[in-house]
């Protein structure tokens, strides 16, 4: 039974969306403490507002402005405030149907506790400090037992200096991924600079590196077969524009490599030889870099190259 | 019109965690079961379509991975929905219906273990003005199930009976994650207590269509789809009234649900709450079998747990223990997107 690797995995990266007229125009609005809903066909006001009516899927561009107070009308007590969610002390989600409007927004209430909180209890936009036109502009909700606002909602432009025209969401997910048996164990075997793969019993195709199935007959595979270190370049090519992060000159070479025993061919960059004198069947061979648990690159191992014949069939 | 059938189904065992299993390795056991069921050969399937979600496994294009599982080479016919299992069969059943296919293979499935499922479902929602304030999944099912509450449609008591039914009938599904006695249980995110929330947890299924006379020669009492369809509501939740499905009874209604009553139903309903709102959706009377499975409350593999509903409504016809049967699946936050399916043996339909 091979060990089981696993290896936390971020996923992280800013959510950069445009904004069309409407939502521009809540967003930018919420920086200027101002909230702004939209009418629809039917002489509804939607807070928030959408672009095209969720009835008739006409165009809505009438905007109005609502009151910064509302009523819950929904509910539900958090006890443990997860990463990223607006308050970090226990709160409240709830919808709040604002004073004007017929729809209902979802925020967070700060509240004492689930006792302090019901259906149709009023509250009112507690705004943020610093604010960006983001729906984040809205600090939270809070009790409110002073006069309603007005109901009525008031015609609004949707004008503002400066309008916010895109948001950037940072988004982050976190992860311990496992890679399954197949995986850990060529993981483990390049711990030791050596290449496993694995062998389909049916049609004996030697996968590297292996992820545990035969594509072809749709199989598990089990037989570890060490493969190479030396290999077959089957094709390759030159990148000639240097990626961001990359610490390697261009033009390089990137190319297939069928390493001796495997039917399926690997990637690797090919150095130690002039990009423009890499050619389809040379052999080559891993240079590992110190403490790295892949070959940093390959390079000619200055035997004749392999013909055509050979690898043919993992072109 | 074709007659199409789910003539075979299978699923895996569901666990919390799978370290040892890749997703093609969660994946294979079903898919040879299915062809096994029927004997049809990978190289046999006229097309394969399947239902899986990056963001559980944290990774881009990550369901090209488990397509090893199937035999792709030579290349075979196949798609993939970026969504529960049971909308890649309703991708299958057009396929078929259309004539481009005689049979389907269609499967699904989920590793939740990785990560944390109540983050990762926060992206799917609409990125301007919800996803920001990351409301899990939990609070979000939280919010309808006080909608529920304050409407009067449901009480405490009425929701703890629908976790203890779930988890006493999930007893004699060996495939179940949870059984037995419901949890006092804590309150996760209020009103929802530990019994009234779907496990979270690993596994994968798998279900083989055929038309016509195909599927009368692949299985001894084919479940043939009567109708199916799916609808959708407003993405924003505050337009919508959270204590009613108008997606689930107009896409029953397209799917001939009322037609005649049912006498089972898989309704894919994680949360309690979700079960009131469905059954009366969907107009279901107390002699409807609800969930005989154990249902979502049960065992949650996410993206697959709608497939399943179709396969075990399916599986209680091939056994003889349905004559009609409903089967529905859900996606999105607080029932947003909704299929629904009847089922039917031989004999109800001569
Ligand atoms: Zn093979």
Redesign the pocket.
Same mark, same amino acid.
């Given at each position: 039974m091979t060990e089981i690797l696993s290896a936390p995995l971020v996923v992280e990266f800013p959510f950069t969306r445009s904004l069309g007229p409407v939502q521009s125009a809540f967003l930018t609005g919420l920086r200027e403490r101002t909230v702004l809903g939209v009418r629809t066909d039917d002489g509804r006001v939607l807070v928030p507002p959408v672009e095209y009516d969720p009835v008739t899927a006409n165009e809505l561009r009438s905007l109005l402005r609502v009151a910064p107070t509302g009523t819950v009308t929904t509910w539900a007590w958090n006890p443990a405030p997860r990463r990223d969610q607006p308050l970090g002390t226990p709160f409240a989600w709830v919808l709040v149907r604002l004073d004007g409007a017929d729809t209902a927004l979802l925020h967070a209430l700060d509240a004492p506790g689930p006792d302090a909180v019901h259906t149709g209890m009023r509250v009112r936009i507690r705004w943020a400090a610093t604010r960006t036109g983001a729906i984040t502009d809205i600090a939270c909700f809070e009790p409110y037992d002073g006069e309603p606002g007005t109901t009525e909602p008031v015609p609004h432009g949707g004008e503002f200096t400066d309008s916010v025209t895109g948001i950037t969401v940072p988004a982050r997910l976190d992860y311990v991924h496992t890679p399954g048996r197949a995986q850990s164990a060529y993981l483990k075997a390049l711990e030791d600079h050596r290449t496993v793969g694995e062998r &389909?019993?049916? &049609?004996?195709?030697v996968y590297v590196p292996p992820r545990g199935a &035969?594509?072809? &007959?749709?199989?598990a595979?089990a037989e570890q077969v060490e493969v190479g270190p030396r290999g077959t370049v089957t094709t390759f090519c030159i990148v000639n524009i240097k990626a961001k992060n990359l610490d390697i000159d261009v033009p390089y070479v990137y190319a297939h490599i069928a390493l001796d025993g495997a039917d399926l061919a690997l990637h690797g960059r090919i150095a130690g030889i002039p990009y423009d004198q890499v050619r389809m069947g040379l052999r080559v061979e891993p240079v590992w870099a110190e403490g790295a648990r892949h070959p940093d690159h390959y390079r000619p191992t200055g035997e004749p190259d392999a013909g055509y014949d050979t690898y043919k069939e993992l072109v | 019109m074709r007659d199409v059938a789910i003539v075979a189904f299978a699923q895996s065992p569901h666990r919390r965690r799978t370290d040892e299993l890749s997703e093609v390795d969660l994946l294979m056991p079903v898919l040879h079961q299915v062809l096994e069921t029927t004997g049809l050969k990978a190289n046999e399937i006229g097309f394969t379509c399947s239902g899986s979600a990056d963001y559980l496994a944290g990774r881009a294009f990550s369901f090209t991975m488990a397509l090893d599982g199937v035999?792709a080479h030579p290349p075979i016919s196949e798609s993939h929905v970026e969504m529960d299992g049971a909308w890649a069969l309703y991708e299958a059943w057009v396929k078929i219906m259309t004539g481009e296919a005689d049979t389907a293979l269609v499967y699904a499935y989920g590793k939740s273990s990785p990560g944390q499922v109540r983050d990762v479902l926060t992206r799917q929602l609409d990125p301007y003005y919800l996803a920001p304030l990351w409301p899990d999944s939990l609070a979000l099912a939280a919010l309808q199930a006080q909608a529920l509450l304050d409407a009067g449609h449901a009480d405490r008591a009425a929701l703890t009976a629908i976790a203890t039914r779930s988890r006493t009938d999930a007893a004699a599904n060996p495939y179940a994650q949870l059984t037995g006695d419901v949890p006092a249980g804590g309150l996760l995110v209020h009103p929802l207590r530990t019994g009234d929330c779907p496990p979270i947890g690993d596994g994968a299924a798998a279900v083989i269509l055929a038309a016509g006379d195909t599927a009368r020669a692949l299985c001894a009492r084919p479940a043939w789809i009567r109708g199916i369809d799916h609808r959708i509501e407003a993405h924003a939740l505050g337009v919508r009234d959270l204590t009613d499905s108008p997606s689930t009874r107009l896409a029953a209604r397209h799917a001939g649900a009322f037609e005649r009553p049912v006498d089972t139903a898989e309704l894919h309903a994680p949360f309690t709450s979700q079960e009131v709102i469905l059954r009366t959706a969907l107009d279901l009377g107390d002699d409807v079998r609800v969930n005989p499975s154990g249902g979502a409350l049960a065992a949650n593999p996410i993206m697959a747990a709608g497939l399943i509903r179709l396969g075990e409504a399916a599986a209680r016809i091939h056994r003889g223990a349905s004559v009609r049967a409903l089967a529905h699946a859900t996606s999105g936050p607080c029932l947003q997107q909704n299929l629904v399916a009847v089922l039917e043996g031989e004999s109800a339909h001569g």
């Open positions: &389909c019993p049916a &049609c004996r195709k &035969c594509p072809t &007959c749709g199989i595979t | 035999g």
